[in-house]
């Protein structure tokens, strides 16, 4: 598989000249022993006093306001940098996650009216069923981090268990749903993999049950014909793949990961970074930035991937 490694050094010289310093310092992180120090204190900088994240932490939701998208965003980060469950940023972001929940629905307002006041994606867009589209987007992450950094905060475990239970319900319901959605179900399970013996136990669905489950619903939801790949917006094999174990799991057929990296190598460009694979149609100005943004956090996130496959090669 050597020769479908890709090289690291390019893309850190793009991410120095033009990523932003979150990119930056999560890029040390992971490949040059940098301190999680330094990643938090820019991470800090967009959380707001309510505890929730804003200020276009994701580049397609510019609005400064906290928000489940936001704080989902920095939420994931906050799990891959290991943070301790008492560390007030977490704690802060718990308060935040409690007070926000809707109980009736166990979900979290994806998007909200405030949205059209700042540039944004069309998909963000605010209308009365606008929840009815994204439903545990991103819900039901967020309840595994309540139920993961809950621990003794009896508020953060009922409201993680009061999502679990309405989101493995429709898991295990539904014949198709949206890769984003998947995705979040995904670390959902990953993240409570050592404690779902307390989630079985309130919901009635195993951790196999529901692993078996998606693993299906990924499998459609994924292009796997690499002839198709490159045509607009879509959920490619490496989307859903953080090991070579889900690649048996989801049912991949043998090389579609390595038929995906080469398909990265051949469509990266020669500056480094990759192609962004969307528009917004509006706020162009807005978009150009956010554009340049999302390839930063691309490096970022596909050089991770890399890593966990251990397919990345230093340059010479």
Known sequence: ???????????????????????????????????????????????????????????????????????????????????????????????????????????????????????????????????EEWQFNPGVELAAYCLYYGGGDEAATEAGLLTMRKALKRLMTVNDMDHHELSNFQYALHILQDQFDAVEADTGFSLRRCEDQLHSLLYQAVETDPLKWGRGYQALPLDVVHSWKDVRNIGFEDGLVEKQIQYWKTTRERDGAWPISWEWGQYPEAFAIAKRQWQGILIVERFKKLKQLGMIQEET
């Open 1 to 131: 598989m050597t020769g479908k490694r890709i090289h690291l050094d390019q893309a850190k010289r793009w991410l120095v000249r033009n990523g932003r310093p979150l990119e930056v310092m999560r890029f040390r992180y992971w490949f040059e022993e940098g301190s999680t120090e330094d990643v938090m204190d820019v991470l800090t900088g967009y959380q707001n006093e309510d505890g929730g994240f804003g200020h276009g932490i994701e580049p397609d939701f510019t609005c400064p306001m906290s928000s489940a998208i936001g704080s989902w965003t920095a939420a994931r980060m906050l799990f891959e940098l290991k943070t301790p469950a008492a560390h007030p940023v977490i704690r802060k972001l718990m308060d935040y996650l409690i007070a926000t929940q809707n109980r009736a629905t166990g979900m979290w307002q994806t998007t909200f009216p405030e949205i059209s006041h700042f540039p944004h994606a069309p998909w963000w867009s605010w209308h009365e069923q606008a929840q």
